[in-house]
């Protein structure tokens, strides 16, 4: 016997008669919630969200309500750190031992850490460690991780030794009330690429002292990716030297779009750092000697092997462009910035 043939338009109204139109568009957007969304968080709220659909369309509303209403809850608590355990050590050995599980954290101000999604199995407080002093002797500066950024910014050791330089780079950073909390720790353990603070501290003589590796440079340190050590220190070594730091932002208080740090030390060494270009700041090596006896040359010279030596950093550091600036912008940026900061360090005008 031959079975009957269905004409298409009936097919497709056969089709339509079992899954009805509301259900059928309610499917397509949930398929592309799931195709589009990727993040753990996004995943999970759209499964409540087909739940939601499901319970409405085969439970009645309520339960449809109901489950709608935690993937909203969801969302609203969703960028959040989750902490279990808070444990104050008081040694820095217990304070490594615990930072050594993956789901363990040392705590600096939490300024960055909370604004992730992040559970935290136990956070490690430093706090009680003594970490949060300057020492200033003859021969160098010793910074415990847990010194605030405002502290940095109004020390007056620091201030001198940098021709106001440290407090330069750190006072566009959001507030007042957040640089009393976020921490030097913190901001160098992170290496962030945005960092006025590791460019800063990138154009000084300066090593990081970690708990388990002891003392290395912070070049070094800064090219590395973050372990499981702990930072107890920056130690930023005394010399005479003449420093800058010059910053570019598309508005005040904004994630610099650039920053760049210089330190002629009178010995003859120029460390000039570049950072937010927009990754970690990096010195740029003075391969070809441009810089030699820069401090003793006259003006017209000064300006001649600045522009000379920033159209080199031009060329050797590495930019790209964001949200922020575009990667020929920051390219320019590198050349202005360095040539002008190079001038402020040797007592010219840098415009
Ligand atoms: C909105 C916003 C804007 C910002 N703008 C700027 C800016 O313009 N310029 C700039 O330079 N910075 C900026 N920052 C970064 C800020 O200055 C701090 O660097 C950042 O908040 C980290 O410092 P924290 O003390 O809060 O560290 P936390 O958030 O507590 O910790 C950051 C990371 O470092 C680890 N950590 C902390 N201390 C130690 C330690 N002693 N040993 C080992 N690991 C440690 C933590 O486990 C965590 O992974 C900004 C931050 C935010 C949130």
């Known amino acids: 016997m031959e ?99 993956k789901s363990s954290c040392i705590l600096g101000g939490m300024l960055w850490l909370k604004m992730g999604n992040r559970n935290v199995g136990t956070a490690i407080d430093l706090s009680k460690l003594g970490l949060n002093e300057i020492k200033e002797t003859e021969e160098e500066f010793q910074i415990g991780a847990m010194t605030s950024l405002r502290e940095l910014e109004v020390h007056k050791g620091l201030a001198a030794y940098t021709n106001g330089a440290m407090k330069e780079s750190l006072r566009h950073i959001v507030g007042v009330q957040f640089r009393n909390r976020a921490t030097v720790g913190g901001s160098i353990f992170g290496r962030y690429g945005f960092s006025d603070v590791l460019t800063m501290f990138l154009a000084m003589d300066t090593e990081v002292e970690l708990y388990k590796r002891g003392r290395i440079s ?57 950072g937010a270009c927009p990754f970690r700041a990096k010195l740029v090596e003075d391969k070809e000697n441009i810089l030699k006896g820069f401090l003793s040359m006259e003006a017209s010279e000064k300006e001649k092997a600045a522009c000379d030596f920033a159209l080199f950093a031009k060329e050797q550091v590495r930019t790209a462009g964001n949200m922020r600036a575009s990667k020929e912008y920051r390219s320019l940026l590198v050349q202005v910035l360095v040539k002008r900061a190079l001038l402020k360090a040797g007592g010219e005008n840098g415009n």
């Open 3 to 101: 079975l009957p043939v269905l004409e298409p338009e009936w097919e497709f109204g056969l089709f339509l008669s079992l899954f009805d139109v509301s259900f059928l568009f309610s499917f397509m957007v949930i398929c592309t919630l799931i195709l589009i969304r990727i993040r753990e968080k996004e995943k999970r709220k759209s499964l409540l969200l087909i739940k939601s659909l499901c319970y409405t369309k085969f439970m009645g509303t309520q339960q449809g309500e109901h489950c709608a209403g935690s993937a909203f809850y969801y969302d609203e608590g969703a960028d959040m750190l989750k902490i279990k355990n808070y444990v104050r050590p008081e040694s820095l050995e217990e304070a490594y031992e615990l930072n050594q599980k």
């Open 218 to 274: 912070l070049k070094e340190f800064a090219a590395e990716k973050p372990d499981r050590d702990i930072l107890v220190r920056l130690i930023v070594k005394k010399k005479p030297a003449r420093m800058a730091y010059i910053s570019q932002r598309n508005s005040s208080t904004d994630f610099p779009v650039l920053t760049c740090a210089v330190s002629i030390e009178e010995d003859g060494n120029v460390k000039v750092a570049v």
